[in-house]
């Protein structure tokens, strides 16, 4: 996988991250991609144009224009396969949720027809605040990717979310994006992911939750969605967003409502992966009012939940398939195996809460996947953006058998 021969732009702008662009572009270039750079006028405080332009092997653009000279943003823009904003402030964010253009970056960006992959970077609260969480929205509502950001030390010196993902990781993606284009088994077929956990309210405050963050699930249904499918992904609350506008998102809460969005999106689907931590049991009855503290032990009557993933198995014809999870602590195997049967699904991905590494919240899985016939296949640690994609490759692969 590289990037032999295709035009790339990188757009600078200002973050102490800007110090990292030339190695970018240096990969850029080592990557064989031809690179053209823009930056902003804040982006030079961080890096020098003088290096920007030796590494890229050609002029940065940094003016709509530049003495006698016009800066063609839309030649440029219509020259690239792919546009790149990394870093991208705040600032620089807020102006592309709303389309401001007031330099040449924003200008190459309204004008581009290509794709537009953002690395964002900015200190951690800046990052959790409202209004960034609205524009990263609003721009993957526009079509654009988001690289997402890491966890580090950052230039306060605080640690945590906000640093832009390093220039080898940007690469990566870049690299997994134009050779996933031409990867596209899936194009056409609509697919179903559940993801995250359902919450089953006690009172108008409380509820029964677990873990899950729907990490697991949002990782399959952009790989489903990279590979063509049409996604529809049901998903449980959850803080994480989905960074893919080819995917359908329903939100739902309790295990009912997503037993119910499930039900109806079935039956046009080839494909359905279930990854959701779906409570088993909810309160037999929600209080209207929040619960008073009265006695010193408290008891809650719960009665059991639709098995959605026992559903779509009563359902499922010749033509569809059906993958389930399985999350166990002990027997794992023979307890997934049991599921399968139960459950009448083709596949199965166990994990064990016993791997470490493996299970809710984390950036990794460890995962077995159990076939219909009893075969398994145990996969090493790895991120739950590669479980994904092992566990898509497989099901295709067994399908071409
Ligand atoms: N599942 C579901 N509906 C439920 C419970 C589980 O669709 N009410 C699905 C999950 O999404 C997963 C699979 O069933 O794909 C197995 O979930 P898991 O929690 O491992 O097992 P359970 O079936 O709930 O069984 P147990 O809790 O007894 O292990």
Redesign the pocket.
């Known amino acids: 996988m590289n990037l032999t021969g295709k035009k790339i732009i990188l757009a600078v702008t200002g973050s102490i991250a800007a110090y990292k662009t030339p190695q970018l572009v240096r990969l850029l270039v080592k990557s064989g991609a031809e690179v053209r750079v823009v930056t902003t006028d804040a982006a030079e405080k961080f890096v020098s144009p003088l290096s920007l332009a030796t590494v890229a092997k050609h002029p940065v653009y940094s003016n709509i224009s530049d003495g006698a000279m016009w800066n063609n943003h839309v030649a440029l823009g219509r020259w690239a396969d792919l546009l790149l904003i990394a870093p991208c402030s705040a600032n620089t964010l807020a102006k592309l949720a709303n389309g401001l253009c007031d330099n040449l970056v924003c200008a190459v960006y309204l004008s581009a027809i290509c794709p537009v992959f953002v690395a964002p970077a900015m200190d951690e609260d800046m990052w959790h605040h409202p209004s960034t969480k609205k524009n990263i929205t609003e721009i993957v509502s526009f079509g654009n990717r988001i690289i997402p950001v890491a966890h580090g030390e950052l230039a306060s010196g605080i640690v945590g979310e906000g640093r832009m993902a390093e220039p080898e990781n940007i690469i990566a993606h870049l690299e997994h994006y134009f050779f996933s284009e031409n990867d596209q088994p899936l194009k056409g077929k609509k697919v179903l992911v559940?993801a995250g956990p359902t919450y089953e309210r006690i009172d108008p405050v409380r509820f029964i939750g677990n873990f899950s963050t729907g990490k697991m699930g949002i990782a399959i249904a952009e790989t489903l969605a990279e590979k063509g499918a049409e996604v529809t992904l049901i998903i449980g609350p959850t803080h994480l967003s989905v960074s893919n506008n080819h995917i359908k998102t329903i939100h739902v809460e309790s295990?009912r409502e997503m037993y119910h969005a499930c039900i109806d999106a079935f039956p046009d689907t080839t494909l359905a992966i279930?990854?959701?931590?779906?409570?088993?049991y909810r309160p037999k009855e929600m209080a209207s009012e929040k619960i008073k503290k009265a006695s010193d032990t408290f008891d809650i009557s719960l009665v059991r939940?639709?098995?959605?993933?026992?559903s779509l198995g009563k359902m499922k014809t010749e033509s569809q398939t059906l993958v389930?999870?399985?999350?166990?602590t002990n027997n794992e195997l023979e307890?997934a195996q049991k599921?399968m049967i139960a459950?009448n699904t083709d596949y199965i991905v166990l994990n064990s809460l016993r791997d470490e590494g493996a299970g809710f919240g984390g950036d990794t899985n460890k995962i077995t996947i159990l076939d219909r016939d009893g075969t398994n296949h145990s996969l090493p640690l790895q991120s739950k953006t590669a479980a994904a994609a092992a566990i898509i490759n497989h099901i295709l692969k067994m399908q071409n058998a």
């Open positions: 559940t295990a279930l990854s959701s931590a779906v409570a088993d939940n639709p098995d959605i993933l026992e389930g999870f399985a999350l166990e307890n599921k459950k």
